[in-house]
Protein backbone atom coordinates (compact mmCIF):
# COMPACT_ATOMS: atom_id res chain seq x y z
CA UNK A 1 0.00 0.00 0.00
CA UNK A 2 2.51 2.46 1.18
CA UNK A 3 4.35 1.30 -2.33
CA UNK A 4 1.62 2.25 -4.34
CA UNK A 5 0.95 5.43 -2.44
CA UNK A 6 4.70 6.09 -3.37
CA UNK A 7 4.14 5.49 -7.16
CA UNK A 8 1.19 7.56 -7.61
CA UNK A 9 3.15 10.65 -6.01
CA UNK A 10 6.51 9.97 -8.25
CA UNK A 11 4.44 9.28 -11.22
CA UNK A 12 3.20 13.29 -11.42
CA UNK A 13 6.46 14.39 -11.63
CA UNK A 14 7.35 12.23 -14.07
CA UNK A 15 4.46 13.01 -16.45
CA UNK A 16 6.13 16.35 -17.31
CA UNK A 17 9.16 14.73 -18.21
CA UNK A 18 8.22 14.08 -21.64
CA UNK A 19 11.60 14.94 -23.43
CA UNK A 20 14.65 12.89 -23.52
CA UNK A 21 17.73 14.67 -21.25
CA UNK A 22 19.76 15.73 -23.77
CA UNK A 23 23.42 15.98 -21.94
CA UNK A 24 25.98 13.68 -20.72
CA UNK A 25 25.65 11.51 -17.72
CA UNK A 26 28.23 13.33 -16.08
CA UNK A 27 28.74 16.65 -16.34
CA UNK A 28 31.11 19.24 -14.56
CA UNK A 29 29.43 20.64 -11.17
CA UNK A 30 30.57 20.41 -7.72
CA UNK A 31 29.23 17.67 -6.23
CA UNK A 32 25.88 17.70 -5.26
CA UNK A 33 25.19 20.89 -6.85
CA UNK A 34 21.16 21.56 -7.74
CA UNK A 35 22.21 23.32 -10.71
CA UNK A 36 22.76 19.81 -12.35
CA UNK A 37 18.94 18.59 -12.01
CA UNK A 38 18.23 22.58 -13.12
CA UNK A 39 19.55 22.31 -16.32
CA UNK A 40 18.53 18.95 -17.12
CA UNK A 41 14.87 19.40 -15.93
CA UNK A 42 14.04 22.41 -17.96
CA UNK A 43 14.22 20.33 -21.33
CA UNK A 44 12.85 17.67 -20.61
CA UNK A 45 9.80 19.21 -20.01
CA UNK A 46 9.67 22.21 -21.95
CA UNK A 47 11.82 20.10 -25.10
CA UNK A 48 14.81 19.82 -26.98
CA UNK A 49 13.77 22.44 -29.15
CA UNK A 50 14.09 25.54 -26.73
CA UNK A 51 17.34 27.80 -27.67
CA UNK A 52 19.31 28.71 -24.09
CA UNK A 53 21.69 31.69 -24.06
CA UNK A 54 23.34 32.65 -20.44
CA UNK A 55 26.82 34.17 -19.78
CA UNK A 56 29.91 33.87 -17.28
CA UNK A 57 28.56 31.48 -14.20
CA UNK A 58 28.92 27.99 -12.66
CA UNK A 59 26.33 27.01 -15.49
CA UNK A 60 28.13 28.07 -18.45
CA UNK A 61 31.19 25.58 -18.34
CA UNK A 62 28.54 23.07 -18.89
CA UNK A 63 26.24 24.70 -20.95
CA UNK A 64 29.05 26.44 -23.29
CA UNK A 65 30.92 23.36 -23.32
CA UNK A 66 34.86 22.86 -22.17
CA UNK A 67 38.00 22.13 -24.03
CA UNK A 68 36.18 22.37 -27.34
CA UNK A 69 33.60 19.78 -26.68
CA UNK A 70 29.60 20.28 -25.75
CA UNK A 71 28.02 18.29 -22.73
CA UNK A 72 24.97 18.38 -24.53
CA UNK A 73 22.62 18.51 -27.58
CA UNK A 74 21.00 21.84 -27.00
CA UNK A 75 21.58 25.37 -29.07
CA UNK A 76 23.33 27.42 -26.67
CA UNK A 77 24.64 31.00 -26.91
CA UNK A 78 26.95 31.99 -24.75
CA UNK A 79 26.85 36.34 -23.89
CA UNK A 80 28.45 38.75 -21.87
CA UNK A 81 26.68 39.30 -18.32
CA UNK A 82 26.21 42.87 -19.64
CA UNK A 83 24.10 41.79 -22.34
CA UNK A 84 22.16 38.72 -21.75
CA UNK A 85 18.64 39.95 -22.26
CA UNK A 86 19.56 42.25 -25.40
CA UNK A 87 20.92 38.95 -26.50
CA UNK A 88 17.73 36.52 -25.83
CA UNK A 89 15.74 39.98 -27.37
CA UNK A 90 18.21 39.81 -31.05
CA UNK A 91 17.25 36.15 -31.10
CA UNK A 92 13.22 36.00 -30.00
CA UNK A 93 12.64 38.64 -32.26
CA UNK A 94 14.92 36.85 -34.89
CA UNK A 95 12.60 33.87 -34.39
CA UNK A 96 9.44 36.03 -34.81
CA UNK A 97 10.29 37.59 -37.76
CA UNK A 98 11.26 34.32 -39.60
CA UNK A 99 8.21 32.69 -38.87
CA UNK A 100 10.20 30.05 -36.59
CA UNK A 101 7.77 28.43 -33.54
CA UNK A 102 11.31 28.64 -31.23
CA UNK A 103 11.66 29.36 -27.58
CA UNK A 104 14.18 31.40 -26.35
CA UNK A 105 15.10 30.52 -22.72
CA UNK A 106 17.86 33.42 -21.38
CA UNK A 107 19.56 31.12 -18.28
CA UNK A 108 21.74 33.06 -15.55
CA UNK A 109 22.57 33.46 -12.08
CA UNK A 110 21.84 36.11 -9.60
CA UNK A 111 24.90 37.88 -10.66
CA UNK A 112 24.29 38.47 -13.80
CA UNK A 113 20.19 38.80 -13.25
CA UNK A 114 20.26 40.91 -10.15
CA UNK A 115 23.10 43.35 -10.75
CA UNK A 116 25.28 43.45 -13.70
CA UNK A 117 22.69 42.49 -16.12
CA UNK A 118 20.05 44.06 -14.47
CA UNK A 119 19.69 47.15 -16.60
CA UNK A 120 19.11 45.20 -19.74
CA UNK A 121 17.24 42.64 -18.21
CA UNK A 122 14.43 45.38 -17.36
CA UNK A 123 14.46 46.65 -20.59
CA UNK A 124 13.76 43.55 -21.77
CA UNK A 125 10.89 42.98 -19.60
CA UNK A 126 9.40 46.89 -20.11
CA UNK A 127 9.59 46.20 -23.84
CA UNK A 128 7.76 42.57 -23.70
CA UNK A 129 10.25 41.00 -25.34
CA UNK A 130 8.96 37.30 -26.22
CA UNK A 131 11.04 34.85 -24.28
CA UNK A 132 11.75 33.35 -21.06
CA UNK A 133 14.25 35.02 -18.47
CA UNK A 134 15.27 32.04 -16.04
CA UNK A 135 17.21 33.01 -13.05
CA UNK A 136 19.02 30.89 -10.95
CA UNK A 137 19.47 32.28 -7.76
CA UNK A 138 21.96 30.84 -5.51
CA UNK A 139 22.96 34.09 -4.05
CA UNK A 140 26.14 35.50 -4.95
CA UNK A 141 29.07 35.21 -7.65
CA UNK A 142 29.56 31.57 -7.21
CA UNK A 143 31.66 30.97 -10.37
CA UNK A 144 34.55 33.43 -9.54
CA UNK A 145 34.89 32.47 -5.72
CA UNK A 146 31.45 33.14 -3.82
CA UNK A 147 31.49 37.07 -3.79
CA UNK A 148 27.97 38.61 -2.58
CA UNK A 149 25.10 40.03 -5.02
CA UNK A 150 22.29 42.15 -4.57
CA UNK A 151 20.32 39.01 -4.07
CA UNK A 152 22.61 37.73 -1.11
CA UNK A 153 20.84 37.61 2.42
CA UNK A 154 20.94 39.42 5.46
CA UNK A 155 24.02 38.05 7.16
CA UNK A 156 25.49 35.60 4.99
CA UNK A 157 28.93 34.78 5.21
CA UNK A 158 30.71 35.19 1.55
CA UNK A 159 34.21 36.26 0.31
CA UNK A 160 33.56 40.15 0.18
CA UNK A 161 31.31 39.66 3.50
CA UNK A 162 33.21 38.04 5.83
CA UNK A 163 32.85 37.09 9.34
CA UNK A 164 35.63 38.50 11.87
CA UNK A 165 36.23 40.56 14.70
CA UNK A 166 34.83 43.34 13.04
CA UNK A 167 32.33 41.92 10.58
CA UNK A 168 29.23 39.66 10.64
CA UNK A 169 28.82 38.86 7.32
CA UNK A 170 26.10 40.83 4.63
CA UNK A 171 25.30 43.75 6.63
CA UNK A 172 22.36 44.59 4.25
CA UNK A 173 19.08 43.15 2.96
CA UNK A 174 18.45 40.73 0.20
CA UNK A 175 17.11 42.48 -3.42
CA UNK A 176 13.32 40.40 -3.66
CA UNK A 177 13.92 39.69 -7.49
CA UNK A 178 10.94 38.09 -8.86
CA UNK A 179 8.81 40.58 -6.91
CA UNK A 180 10.62 43.09 -8.75
CA UNK A 181 10.38 41.36 -12.59
CA UNK A 182 6.59 41.05 -11.56
CA UNK A 183 6.08 44.89 -11.05
CA UNK A 184 7.20 45.45 -14.99
CA UNK A 185 4.18 43.90 -15.49
CA UNK A 186 4.83 41.55 -17.27
CA UNK A 187 2.10 38.70 -18.42
CA UNK A 188 3.79 35.97 -16.20
CA UNK A 189 6.69 35.81 -13.49
CA UNK A 190 6.71 33.00 -11.03
CA UNK A 191 8.92 31.76 -8.32
CA UNK A 192 10.23 27.69 -8.19
CA UNK A 193 12.33 25.20 -6.73
CA UNK A 194 13.57 21.71 -6.88
CA UNK A 195 11.51 20.30 -3.86
CA UNK A 196 8.67 21.25 -5.90
CA UNK A 197 9.09 19.78 -9.30
CA UNK A 198 5.35 19.34 -9.99
CA UNK A 199 4.87 22.81 -9.61
CA UNK A 200 8.50 23.67 -11.24
CA UNK A 201 7.03 21.73 -14.65
CA UNK A 202 3.60 23.86 -14.58
CA UNK A 203 5.60 27.25 -14.30
CA UNK A 204 7.53 25.61 -17.22
CA UNK A 205 5.14 25.04 -19.66
CA UNK A 206 3.08 27.86 -18.59
CA UNK A 207 6.14 30.48 -19.57
CA UNK A 208 6.63 28.57 -22.47
CA UNK A 209 3.01 29.01 -24.35
CA UNK A 210 3.12 32.83 -22.78
CA UNK A 211 6.24 33.95 -24.05
CA UNK A 212 4.79 33.59 -27.30
CA UNK A 213 2.89 36.98 -26.51
CA UNK A 214 5.81 38.28 -24.04
CA UNK A 215 8.11 38.41 -21.42
CA UNK A 216 8.09 35.47 -18.78
CA UNK A 217 10.26 35.68 -16.04
CA UNK A 218 11.08 32.75 -13.33
CA UNK A 219 12.97 33.30 -10.62
CA UNK A 220 14.92 29.74 -9.35
CA UNK A 221 15.97 29.28 -5.59
CA UNK A 222 19.02 27.12 -6.11
CA UNK A 223 21.48 26.39 -3.22
CA UNK A 224 25.18 26.00 -3.76
CA UNK A 225 26.49 23.69 -1.23
CA UNK A 226 30.11 24.74 -2.36
CA UNK A 227 29.71 28.34 -1.31
CA UNK A 228 27.25 28.30 1.57
CA UNK A 229 29.09 25.20 3.49
CA UNK A 230 26.27 22.74 3.21
CA UNK A 231 26.73 18.78 3.07
CA UNK A 232 26.59 17.41 -0.75
CA UNK A 233 23.42 15.23 -0.33
CA UNK A 234 21.16 18.52 1.49
CA UNK A 235 20.36 20.66 -1.82
CA UNK A 236 16.71 19.26 -2.39
CA UNK A 237 16.19 19.19 1.26
CA UNK A 238 17.22 22.86 1.86
CA UNK A 239 15.28 23.99 -1.31
CA UNK A 240 12.24 22.08 0.83
CA UNK A 241 12.78 23.92 4.23
CA UNK A 242 13.30 27.54 2.27
CA UNK A 243 9.80 27.09 0.75
CA UNK A 244 8.75 25.85 4.28
CA UNK A 245 9.74 28.65 6.14
CA UNK A 246 8.56 31.25 3.56
CA UNK A 247 12.48 31.87 3.21
CA UNK A 248 11.29 31.63 -0.38
CA UNK A 249 7.51 31.41 -1.08
CA UNK A 250 6.05 29.49 -4.22
CA UNK A 251 3.82 31.74 -6.14
CA UNK A 252 3.09 33.28 -9.66
CA UNK A 253 1.56 36.20 -11.34
CA UNK A 254 -0.18 35.86 -14.76
CA UNK A 255 -1.01 39.67 -15.93
CA UNK A 256 -0.20 41.08 -12.73
CA UNK A 257 -2.77 38.65 -10.66
CA UNK A 258 -1.05 37.16 -7.75
CA UNK A 259 -1.20 33.65 -6.15
CA UNK A 260 0.73 31.47 -4.06
CA UNK A 261 0.99 27.96 -6.14
CA UNK A 262 2.15 26.57 -2.13
CA UNK A 263 0.45 28.19 0.80
CA UNK A 264 2.21 27.18 3.68
CA UNK A 265 -0.37 27.56 6.56
CA UNK A 266 2.39 27.47 9.30
CA UNK A 267 5.69 28.18 8.52
CA UNK A 268 8.71 27.19 10.18
CA UNK A 269 10.54 29.47 11.94
CA UNK A 270 13.67 30.88 9.47
CA UNK A 271 15.97 29.35 12.37
CA UNK A 272 15.01 25.72 10.85
CA UNK A 273 15.87 27.43 7.57
CA UNK A 274 19.42 28.91 8.68
CA UNK A 275 21.04 25.70 10.11
CA UNK A 276 21.32 23.66 7.57
CA UNK A 277 23.81 26.05 5.46
CA UNK A 278 27.50 26.92 7.47
CA UNK A 279 26.86 30.75 5.52
CA UNK A 280 24.54 31.34 8.51
CA UNK A 281 26.64 29.51 11.57
CA UNK A 282 27.50 32.99 13.27
CA UNK A 283 24.30 34.43 13.69
CA UNK A 284 23.33 35.46 17.20
CA UNK A 285 19.26 35.13 18.39
CA UNK A 286 18.90 38.41 17.44
CA UNK A 287 20.85 38.84 13.87
CA UNK A 288 18.42 35.35 13.02
CA UNK A 289 15.52 37.65 13.70
CA UNK A 290 16.40 40.43 11.46
CA UNK A 291 16.52 37.65 9.09
CA UNK A 292 13.33 36.24 10.25
CA UNK A 293 11.69 39.85 9.98
CA UNK A 294 12.57 40.20 6.54
CA UNK A 295 11.40 36.75 5.35
CA UNK A 296 8.18 37.94 7.32
CA UNK A 297 7.95 41.50 5.79
CA UNK A 298 8.53 39.76 2.18
CA UNK A 299 5.65 37.19 2.98
CA UNK A 300 2.94 40.05 3.91
CA UNK A 301 3.87 41.89 0.94
CA UNK A 302 3.10 38.96 -1.41
CA UNK A 303 0.18 37.80 0.89
CA UNK A 304 -1.28 41.63 0.25
CA UNK A 305 -0.42 41.21 -3.57
CA UNK A 306 -2.77 37.81 -4.13
CA UNK A 307 -5.42 39.27 -1.79
CA UNK A 308 -6.21 41.78 -5.06
CA UNK A 309 -8.46 40.29 -7.36
CA UNK A 310 -7.31 42.37 -9.51
CA UNK A 311 -5.45 42.05 -13.40
CA UNK A 312 -2.86 44.00 -15.05
CA UNK A 313 -3.49 42.91 -19.22
CA UNK A 314 -1.72 44.14 -21.94
CA UNK A 315 -3.20 46.22 -24.26
CA UNK A 316 -3.83 44.58 -27.78
C1 LIG B 1 30.97 42.27 -16.77
C2 LIG B 1 31.60 41.10 -16.08
N1 LIG B 1 32.01 41.23 -14.80
C3 LIG B 1 32.57 40.19 -14.15
C4 LIG B 1 32.75 39.00 -14.80
C5 LIG B 1 33.43 37.84 -14.09
N2 LIG B 1 32.49 36.78 -13.76
C6 LIG B 1 32.44 35.62 -14.46
S1 LIG B 1 31.35 34.50 -13.82
C7 LIG B 1 30.95 35.56 -12.58
C8 LIG B 1 29.99 35.13 -11.52
C9 LIG B 1 28.56 35.20 -11.97
O1 LIG B 1 27.66 35.09 -10.89
P1 LIG B 1 26.21 34.59 -11.15
O2 LIG B 1 25.64 35.26 -12.34
O3 LIG B 1 25.44 34.73 -9.90
O4 LIG B 1 26.41 33.05 -11.52
P2 LIG B 1 27.02 31.90 -10.58
O5 LIG B 1 28.50 31.92 -10.79
O6 LIG B 1 26.65 32.19 -9.18
O7 LIG B 1 26.42 30.64 -11.10
C10 LIG B 1 31.65 36.78 -12.67
C11 LIG B 1 31.54 37.91 -11.73
C12 LIG B 1 32.33 38.89 -16.14
N3 LIG B 1 32.45 37.76 -16.82
N4 LIG B 1 31.75 39.96 -16.76
S1 LIG C 1 30.17 26.68 -6.78
FE1 LIG C 1 28.09 26.25 -6.01
S2 LIG C 1 26.63 26.80 -7.67
FE2 LIG C 1 28.72 26.61 -8.53
S3 LIG C 1 28.84 24.52 -9.34
FE3 LIG C 1 29.73 24.53 -7.25
S4 LIG C 1 28.01 24.02 -5.87
FE4 LIG C 1 27.12 24.61 -7.86
MG1 LIG D 1 24.95 33.33 -8.46
Given at each position: MADKKKKKRLSKVFDYLKYEDPFAKGVSFCAGCP?????RFVPQVMGNDI??????????????????????????????????????TGLA????????????????????????????????????????????????????????????????????????????GKNLRRKNL????????????????????????????????????????????????????????TGIEVCRKAVQTNYFPLWEAENGKFSFTKEVKKPKPIKEYVKLVKKFSHLT????EVLQKDVDYEYAVLKQLSLLDQECPLPD
Amino acid sequence: MADKKKKKRLSKVFDYLKYEDPFAKGVSFCAGCPLERLVRFVPQVMGNDIVITGTPSCSAPVLLGQNGKSWHKLSYYGTLMTGAASNATGLARYYKRAGIDGTVVCFNGDGTAADIGFGNLSGAAERNEPFVYICYDNEGYMNTGIQKSSTTPFGAKTTTTPVGSNERGKNLRRKNLGLLLAMHKIPYAATATLSNLEDFAKKLLKAKEISKKGFCFLHIFSPCPTGWGMPTDTGIEVCRKAVQTNYFPLWEAENGKFSFTKEVKKPKPIKEYVKLVKKFSHLTEEEIEVLQKDVDYEYAVLKQLSLLDQECPLPD
